[in-house]
């Protein structure tokens, strides 16, 4: 014979057994941690939304098992519907506010609320938890505690209904041997027919009202709040049950469940019903909630939905009248419109046309069109992908928006294939558009013809480029640089606009042309020497009283080169004189002028020129003869430093201790000032100064080896080696041997941290290392301002996350949030969103000097850091500037002119207050007054020397420039010809060489010679 046993281990003295369920979470309620107690504590600050007597105590722990509407029991706390941890939790909730299921990763279902498996607060249990089973029942014949029948259901565990010995108590679901009868007051073969004190009568046992099971059925043991309990009876029965309106003594059944369809006393459940309230006389109940995927609110029968997938519905013959999913197959709701039921369908049946996406909060298959002008969009929901009506899809820094207008930066694309309607970047790639549509870099407000983008306005530093095919964003100085373009402004605006197809060059008009192409009209006439523009003329342009230089490619007047009265006159062997006169006149002294009479003291030869009567000599200003002969060669040695002169007194062939001897014969204590020259000797010890030889040097050493090589050169041994063709500059022959890089592209540093490649500046992108906004540009290259990455920043203008290990960070603890850096550490200097290096780029070409606080403390020329360590590009040729760009201070060569900076005057190195007040001069002009003139002219009492490439004036202020060098002694910095050495011919020295005269030629190396 056969035995009923309940699998169930023994957990007290007395034989009774507790379910695994009961027992584990006891022991887990009992190490949740304090603060999880808080959630019911009358000043506690959740509970205004637990219901009244629904806060309870499981072990040690106070936690809500029941909220009131809008609030769900998570992990012991009453958190809103709405709430990601209710989400989080997978709580699919009943009707009364209380969780049914949780599918949430790690969660498991307890009183009505889902609770987290682990460690922590707000948590059940340890890691080492498992899934806690319910109890069970099996039939045995093993004597005493053994059971008979089972099928009592208590929430998901099986009770024993009748033990196998008459002798044996069925307390709280198990056969117990006892003879006391405060439990079981009353027991009949196997079955107690009344109970005690504490107990209430269930299907053939007692269970004890405050614990398990028993307090799965029963709420409490008196009817109302605070009042008499009837010994034996359960007062209030918990949700899903319904007090017995004949259970008025210890012999009834108290409690009868909602799906119970035998009942008690002729009071019966309704099948697949949850929660009901009896009915006023013997019958079924009426059912207030169905199980899932019932319909019968309100009747006395649950019926199934017409759609097994329904959790809920309104109707039961009808698949579209859900109003809520089942947790599993099909879980999204998708409404009928204007109807809140609906059918249930998967993620691929809801998103399939694009006009729908799933919503996991709510579990809803919603429309695209609930979001902002939206038609269609991602299956999330996250994104708009097409826009209704007459908005266009715009995208800001992953931000995706539907707009009537693109706005500022943006213009209208409407798709050839489809008609999808965005707003494109004015600045963008665009990529992959019908029709093509491609941005221009740095432009900030375009439009677009549906055949090629045109910018109407670039950002700040750069000017707009116009040509009749295309327009681009170029800084001032790249028009300037730019052939066959000028700087327009107008109304304080500035554009960068064509020449005239006959220029080659212009200067604030399009017809004023300062030089003229190499064909066609390639003269350019000028009707006064001062005005440095003209027009451009071919042979048939320039007669008349216009000659042709055809060395400077330039049509002036005579009366410009120093000729009076000329009917015409040309340019022969580089002096300027008449070829012809009126028909009444005569040449005058030298050919210069046209006169009815030549000059006293001289007469007309057969030639029809005037020239001096003997004894007598043209004057300096040329218009007359006075006594006197052609100066005899001086008898002593007038160059100063010099120790041996030339047979005729007019060049040094030896210069005193210290000085080395020039290519035109002068003396100069450091040949290095003259470029490509170094201080050398000749065969015979003679200190002399030579020319570089190595290609491509730009600085040698005193026995003739390379110092330093130019740019886009290195040194290698003893010659000068060229860089790869990405690199700038470099040490090294390979693509990763830059160091510095061209103007657009960034240079991205190797393990050393002194050399790396160049490559492409910033772009936006997501994920790690991508950045969110490019809102920096130094020296025309972009660099991150902002990364995509919460946790990362720009460093260097790269973004990346704070360094581990030993390594340096740049930013401060804590300072790193919304992917940009608050404070940069020491020996940094913070910059638009990042942290930077005065050691590398882009920071070494911003700041000089740091402060402690990670700040700039001394900017470099041309760049500002505003109040909010944001970057302020001067104006083109500004060294000094405000927040606002405004300048104050210009670089060498400019000056101040309303905030502006213009040009000195040409030949002048620096100025003060007016482009024409010269302070000094550059190579190849000598000072006079404010002025400087070339070398090569006359100005005053200053004789000009033809072909001469740097000189000084005459210390007397009177007779021929002092030439250090000719034109024919000059180095190529490309070193494209070889160069021989000439020596000046036919020079009046100066009887004393002043110190001033050097001043061209320290401007020339400090402003020019570092700009080769």
């Excluded at 020996?827 to 740091?850: D, I, L, Q, W």
Aim: glycine fraction near 12%.
């Amino acid at each position: 014979m056969s035995k009923i046993v309940n699998k169930k281990p023994p957990t007290s003295a007395t034989g009774r057994c507790n379910s695994i369920y009961t027992t584990m979470f006891l022991l887990l309620f009992c190490c949740i941690a304090g603060a999880l107690a808080a959630a019911c504590r009358s000043d506690g600050n959740l509970v205004a939304t637990c219901v009244n007597e629904k806060c309870e105590v499981v072990g040690q722990t106070e936690i809500c098992t029941e909220c009131k509407a809008g609030s769900i029991p998570i992990d012991g706390l009453c958190q809103p519907s709405s709430s990601p941890h209710v989400a989080a939790a997978g709580c699919a909730v009943d009707e009364s506010g209380v969780c049914a299921s949780c599918s949430g990763s790690g969660y498991v279902l307890f009183r009505g609320g889902c609770y987290r498996k682990g460690e922590g607060m707000s948590e059940l249990g340890g890691s080492e938890m498992k899934a806690a089973a319910p109890a069970t029942c099996e039939v045995s014949d093993n004597g005493p505690r053994s059971c008979e029948t089972c099928g009592v259901r208590i929430g998901d565990g099986e009770y024993c209904a009748k033990c196998r010995t008459g002798t044996d108590r069925l307390i709280n679901g198990e056969c117990v041997v006892s003879d006391q009868d405060t439990e079981c007051k009353t027991n009949n073969a196997g079955a107690c027919e009344s109970c005690g004190d504490g107990f209430f009568l269930h299907k053939g046992g007692c269970y004890k009202i405050a614990t398990e099971p028993g307090n799965l059925i029963c709420e409490s043991a008196s009817a109302v709040p605070g009042g008499r309990a009837t010994a034996g009876v359960c007062g209030v029965c918990k949700a899903g049950y319904f007090n017995n309106p004949a259970a008025n003594d210890a012999t009834h059944q108290s409690c009868v469940a909602c799906d119970d369809t035998a009942g008690a006393d002729g009071y019966l459940g309704v099948d697949k019903c949850k929660k009901c309230h009896p009915s006023n006389s013997p019958g079924p109940a009426t059912c207030d909630i169905c199980e899932e995927g019932y319909f019968g609110k309100g009747t006395t029968a649950c019926t199934a939905c017409g759609d097994e997938n329904c959790a809920e519905c309104t109707e039961a013959t009808t698949k579209k009248k859900c109003s809520k999913c089942k947790a599993t197959g099909k879980t999204y709701l998708k409404k009928d419109t204007g109807s809140e039921t609906g059918t249930c369908v998967d993620a691929n049946e809801c998103t399939a046309a694009n006009e729908y996406y799933t919503d996991d909060a709510t579990k809803a298959c919603k429309a695209c069109s609930t979001l902002p002008s939206c038609e269609q969009c991602a299956s999330d929901g996250s994104v708009c992908t097409r826009c209704s009506g007459d908005n266009y899809l715009k995208t800001v820094s992953g931000v995706v928006t539907c707009e009537a207008n693109c706005g500022d930066g943006y213009f209208k694309h409407t798709a050839t294939n489809g008609g999808l309607k965005t707003c494109q970047s004015c600045s963008g790639a665009n990529d992959n558009l019908d029709p093509a549509a491609a941005g221009i870099t740095g432009c900030a407000t375009c439009t677009y013809d549906n055949v090629k983008v045109t910018c109407t306005k670039c950002e700040v530093g750069k000017m707009v480029k116009g040509s009749a095919s295309a327009t681009s964003c170029v800084t001032e100085d790249e028009c300037a640089r730019t052939e066959g373009f000028f700087v327009k402004e107008s109304g304080g605006s500035k554009t960068c606009e064509a020449c005239d197809n006959t220029c080659k060059t212009c200067s604030g008009a399009a017809t004023a042309c300062t030089s003229c192409k190499d064909t066609g009209k390639k003269y350019l006439k000028k009707d006064s020497p001062t005005n440095p523009t003209g027009t451009c003329v071919n042979e048939v342009g320039c007669t008349g009283t216009y000659y042709i230089d055809e060395a400077a490619k330039t049509c002036g007047t005579c009366a410009s080169a120093g000729t009076t009265g000329c009917k015409t006159c040309a340019k022969t062997d580089g002096v300027v004189a008449c070829t012809s006169c009126e028909a009444n006149q005569k040449f005058g002294l030298g050919k210069k002028s046209c006169v009815t009479e030549c000059p006293a003291n001289s007469q007309a030869g057969s030639d029809g020129i005037c020239t001096c009567d003997s004894g007598y000599v043209i004057n300096e200003a040329g218009d007359g003869c006075t006594k006197g002969s052609v100066p005899p060669t001086p008898s002593t040695c007038l160059i100063e430093g010099c120790k041996m002169c030339s047979a005729d007194k007019t060049a040094c062939e030896e210069c005193n201790a210290g000085g080395s001897l020039t290519p035109t014969g002068q003396c100069i204590d450091d040949c290095t000032v003259m470029y490509g020259y170094y201080d050398g000797t000749d065969g015979s010890g003679k200190k002399v100064c030579k020319k570089c030889t190595v290609a491509n040097c730009a600085v040698c050493n005193a026995d003739g080896s390379c110092q330093a090589c130019r740019d886009k050169f290195y040194k290698d041994a003893k010659e000068c080696k060229a860089c790869d063709g990405s690199c700038k500059n470099c040490n090294g022959a390979t693509a990763s041997d830059c160091t510095e890089c061209p103007s657009g592209k960034a240079l991205t540093y190797g393990s050393d941290g002194t050399k790396g490649t160049c490559g492409e500046g910033c772009t936006t992108g997501t994920g790690q290392g991508a950045c969110k906004t490019c809102g920096l540009t130094v020296e025309g290259t972009a660099y991150c301002s902002a990364c995509d990455t919460a946790t990362e920043y720009p460093q260097n203008g790269v973004c990346a996350p704070k360094p581990t290990g030993r390594a340096t960070a740049s930013c401060k603890d804590q300072s790193v949030a919304n992917g940009v850096c608050a404070t940069c550490a020491d020996g940094f200097f913070k910059m638009n969103g990042g942290c930077y290096e005065m050691a590398k780029y882009p920071g070494k070409s911003v700041c000089t000097a740091t402060k402690t606080g990670g700040t700039c403390q001394t900017s470099a020329d041309g760049y500002k850091l505003d109040g909010s360590n944001n970057l302020v590009t001067c104006s083109r040729n500004c060294k000094v500037c405000n927040n606002d760009g405004a300048c104050t201070t210009c670089m060498p060569g400019y000056v101040v002119s309303k905030s502006d900076c213009i040009q000195c005057a040409a030949g002048c190195a620096t100025c003060a207050g007016t482009a024409a007040t010269c302070d000094i001069c550059t190579d190849g002009y000598y000072k006079s007054g404010s002025k400087c003139i070339a070398c090569s002219k006359s100005e005053a009492s200053i004789i000009g020397v033809s072909d001469c490439a740097s000189c000084a004036p005459p210390a007397s202020g009177t007779g021929s420039v002092l030439c250090y060098f000719m034109n024919s002694d000059v180095i190529d910095p490309d070193n494209k010809s070889s160069l021989s050495t000439g020596v000046i011919a036919g020079i009046s020295v100066a009887a004393v060489v002043v110190v001033g005269g050097l001043v061209g030629f320290l401007c020339w190396w400090f402003l020019c010679r570092g700009k080769a």
